[in-house]
């Protein structure tokens, strides 16, 4: 066994690494949220927005819509994926559009990609100025203090001749503002196999503390992470779908 570094861009394995994502259960069930709490617009913008698959959707449903990403490569993929559809290299905490928007999502808990709180804080405050009156902020959170340090997904995917297996899960040291996105990742060719970890910093924070950063900006309304049906967040659950419509 070789203990290789796999690469250092996502972009390759990330359709792979994300295979199980029913992204068109997400896509139409905020697509709906957007219905009933929307102003009725069709302009949307996908944030943190990887190799667009929630952008097809979109453009799919009839939306003028477009994606923004950090990465490069990600975003040489959507490219691909939704030609029709304008992407742009921007970090979401600072980002700016040329006209408002009526719908700007966040998918697979990309908004705690935002390094610490005040990047956080700036990335609310763009998306409020990228949003017409009445447009939709909606994405998904988890609350640090329900993190289990011991839980984590896996799953298994085959391509071109090698077999992937891929695990993650949430870390949080129980105190401040960090906690981090533990990402391992193993490609068995034949007898060879090599292993790629990684761990990615993010921003942590509860509900009720993301809520006070929301609600001077927002109407906020907090559901349960659940793509199949709409439920108000019991305030007990860790996790919740976030659906902020711009005061």
Known sequence: MSANSLYTDL?????????DIDYQAQSHNVKRLHQLFGNQGNTHLDL???TGPHVRHF???????????????????????CPEAQF????MSE??????????TCFLYSIHYCDGIEKLKQCLNSVFNALSVGGVFCFNAVDRLKINNHSFV????ESEGSKFTFRSGWYYEGQG?????????????????????????????????????????????LFEHDYEKITPWDQQSGNVLAVCVKK
Request: one cysteine or more; aromatic letters at 10%; a negative charge.
């Open 11 to 19: 972009s390759g394995y990330y359709d792979l690494m994300c295979v």
């Open 48 to 50: 943190a927005c990887g």
């Open 59 to 81: 453009i799919d449903y009839g939306y003028q819509s477009s994606g923004l990403d950090i990465n490069q490569p990600m975003l040489d993929f959507a490219s691909v994926r």
């Open 88 to 91: 742009s290299l921007q970090n």
């Open 95 to 104: 980002f700016t559009v040329t006209q408002p928007l009526d719908l700007i």
């Open 154 to 157: 896996q799953h298994s995917a």
């Open 177 to 221: 503002e960090r906690q981090a996105l533990k990402l391992n990742i193993e490609k068995n060719t034949g007898e060879e196999t090599q292993s790629w970890f990684d761990e990615h910093p993010m921003v942590a924070f509860t509900i009720q503390e993301l809520k006070a950063l929301l609600e001077p900006l927002f109407e906020v309304h």
